[in-house]
């Protein structure tokens, strides 16, 4: 038997004046300071994006997880420090000889918010709930796509059974839910659960926070849960408030409205590493960006739909597409630096798993000139304007829907349209909003379409969306961002699934991004640095993820928020929050490294910022 037994581990704290960082450790298990409830101190946090669904069943934007991760509890989590998997709701875990049978000893202190006891019932009933039921299987039905049962032993005992071995038994990030709260709501919702989007507050769960308010557009509010079984978090409030435009969320937090601000472009930075009170984080990136090409949209019953470029189902033109494209032109010119040329789907901060083409793989590097000339001999002749037609001529002028609201997308696809034209490929480049975007992904109506995902300590997840029951079982229903099936990449995951030596496992993974990048549907173009900055005077100490070079924002576990404490005389924040009219009272979020950080929801989201 192998037993996993709670990680020795310590806290990276770090507090910051303007330019410097300190040091501070403390426990991982130990809770930092309660805030003075007279203060009724509020961490206030810029955001854009809309929320998809608060139903953890089904949501999947990066904005909803990343506030639902403090609501809810995982069986396991992160250790912020080694990016293993460490203990949440179970304490110890084994396993049996065989891979196939999982036993979960859970702590006997969690509470959720309304002062039930959290049992195994509620762990058992929630992983049932996602096997049983299509819909509530939508966000994190990859966890439980090999479990063949789940039975509560005794209240704190809970015992999966395998129908094969399963690689993400450590890393099952599954919210766990109140079976007395939300068993009533399938009942009630039926087919219709789909589309329950949570609304209900405050919500019900075993977090160190408490979702209490939601103002679509306006804000979003958490307030601490003080009988959480890690500690009080060190703030009374998390506040969200939206801004559309980044440029009014930097002078908000220039003006101490706000604490925090992430995804922010080079020259945001640049603007604000001057000045006091603010510092800024610069860390490895854990997302990519990339560019799918249509390669003719199918269900899983075969049913053709959409109208992307028929030529774009040949191979041979996806590549020459692709070695048109210099990546690190698109880091230097759409990224003006704050990125990592790509070539595999996992992230280099992953270091087990992080592939990229090299020697005889390298098979789409950029080379114009060999592109041309593969499209020569493949019969795409060359047209009185310049633009080619294909064997079956059709003119090869493609559409490209580009974020308009993400300033290195727009640059990229700039520098996309000329290089192609360099093909002979004529490019009409729609630079959209991003509800426009997501529509032309789920109706397939789209020929290029700028896409990318988080990727997880666990990578799992990014690669399930690729195999052949990943593709829709209607029009509009996809869970992923291309219309990929494969036979070859079919086995390559079930084998990586069912690999627990995580060497060969990784061989395998790296195996699987071979055959992305080599069919060129999913093109990755860049790793994005990530960028955040935060009022220094706001906050006096925070926890990265990992604890060097991490980042703040997109966090696997809730260290940042839970530990962070306020700086002393930052500002009380609890009048006026319900009207959206709280000014300048934000504890900020925290920690130096200055270096040189859906349902998709259908037709309502933006399909860029995802994990």
């Known amino acids: 038997m192998k037993t996993h037994h709670p990680p020795s581990g310590t806290l990276l704290r770090r507090t910051a004046a303007s330019g410097s960082a300190l040091l501070l450790l403390g426990g991982l298990t130990v809770a930092p300071a309660a805030a003075d409830e007279a203060s009724g101190t509020t961490l206030t946090v810029a955001i854009a994006q809309q929320v998809d669904s608060f139903n953890p069943f089904t949501a999947q934007l990066a904005v909803t997880t990343n506030i639902l991760r403090h609501v809810y509890d995982s069986l396991t989590t992160v250790d912020p420090e080694t990016g293993e998997p460490a203990p949440s709701l179970a304490e110890t875990w084994e396993t049996s000889d065989d891979g196939l049978t999982w036993t979960f000893n859970l702590r006997d202190d969690a509470l959720f918010s309304d002062g039930e006891q959290l049992t195994s019932d509620d762990v058992a009933w929630t992983f049932t709930t996602m096997m049983e039921n299509e819909a509530a299987a939508v966000a994190n039905g990859n966890y439980v796509s090999g479990f063949d049962t789940v039975t509560?032993?005794?209240?704190?005992?809970v015992v999966i059974e395998l129908d094969e071995p399963q690689a993400t038994m450590e890393s099952l990030r599954v919210p766990i839910v109140p079976r007395h709260v939300w068993e009533p709501i399938i009942e009630e919702q039926g087919e219709a659960f789909a589309d329950y989007t949570g609304d209900d507050l405050p919500t019900v769960g075993t977090g160190p926070f408490v979702l209490t308010e939601h103002a679509r557009g306006e804000h979003i509010r958490l307030e601490a849960n003080p009988d959480h079984w890690r500690g009080a978090p060190g703030f009374d409030e998390l506040y969200f408030r939206y801004y559309s435009e980044k440029d009014a969320a930097v002078e908000a937090l220039r003006s101490g409205e706000v604490s925090f601000v992430y995804e922010l472009t080079d020259a945001q930075i640049t603007s604000l590493e001057t000045l006091d009170n603010v510092a800024v984080n610069i860390a490895d990136g854990k997302r990519f960006q990339a560019f799918t090409i249509n390669p003719g949209a199918v269900t899983q019953d075969g049913e053709e739909f959409g109208d992307g470029h028929p030529a774009l189902a040949d191979r041979t033109l996806r590549q020459a597409i692709v070695m048109g494209i210099d990546n690190e032109e698109i880091v230097q010119q759409g990224a003006n630096?704050?990125?990592v040329a790509a070539g595999g789907y996992v992230p280099p901060r992953y270091t087990d798993f992080h592939w990229a083409p090299e020697g005889d793989e390298a098979i789409l590097d950029f080379d114009p000139d060999a592109a041309n000339a593969m499209l020569?001999?493949?019969?795409?002749?060359?047209?009185?304007?310049?633009?080619r037609v294909s064997p079956d001529g059709d003119r090869l002028e493609l559409r490209m829907h580009v974020h308009a609201d993400r300033p290195d997308n727009v640059q990229a696809g700039q520098v996309i349209d000329e290089r192609l034209a360099d093909l002979g490929i004529e490019i009409d480049n729609q630079t959209v909003d991003p509800g426009i975007l997501s529509d032309a992904?789920?109706?397939?109506?789209?020929?290029?379409?700028?896409?990318?995902?988080?990727?997880?300590?666990?990578?799992?997840?990014?690669?399930?969306?690729?195999?052949?029951?990943?593709?829709?079982?209607?029009?509009?229903?996809?869970?992923?961002?291309?219309?990929?099936?494969?036979?070859e990449y079919d086995e390559l995951y079930a084998a990586q699934l069912a690999e627990y030596d995580r060497a060969a496992r990784a061989e395998i993974i790296h195996q699987l991004q071979e055959v992305l990048y080599r069919e060129?549907?999913?093109?990755?173009?860049?790793?994005?640095?990530?960028?955040?900055?935060?009022?220094?005077?706001?906050?006096?100490?925070?926890?990265?993820?990992?604890?060097?070079?991490?980042?703040?924002?997109?966090?696997?576990?809730?260290?940042?928020?839970?530990?962070?404490e306020p700086a002393e005389g930052a500002g009380s924040g609890g009048s006026g929050v319900s009207t959206g009219a709280l000014i300048g009272i934000g504890a900020g979020v925290l920690v130096l490294v200055v270096a040189g950080a859906f349902v998709f929801f259908r037709r309502r989201s933006t399909v860029e910022d995802r994990e």
């Open 152 to 157: 509560a032993e005794d209240d704190t005992t």
């Open 337 to 339: 630096g704050q990125a």
């Open 376 to 387: 020569d001999e493949a019969g795409y002749e060359r047209g009185e304007d310049g633009v």
């Open 441 to 487: 992904l789920y109706d397939a109506e789209y020929d290029l379409i700028f896409t990318g995902w988080t990727v997880n300590p666990d990578p799992d997840y990014v690669f399930s969306i690729h195999t052949c029951d990943a593709l829709p079982t209607e029009p509009g229903t996809m869970q992923g961002d291309a219309y990929f099936c494969d036979e």
């Open 520 to 564: 060129a549907v999913v093109n990755v173009l860049t790793y994005p640095n990530i960028m955040e900055a935060y009022r220094t005077d706001h906050v006096a100490s925070l926890q990265l993820e990992p604890a060097e070079g991490g980042n703040i924002w997109g966090q696997d576990g809730y260290w940042a928020w839970w530990s962070a």
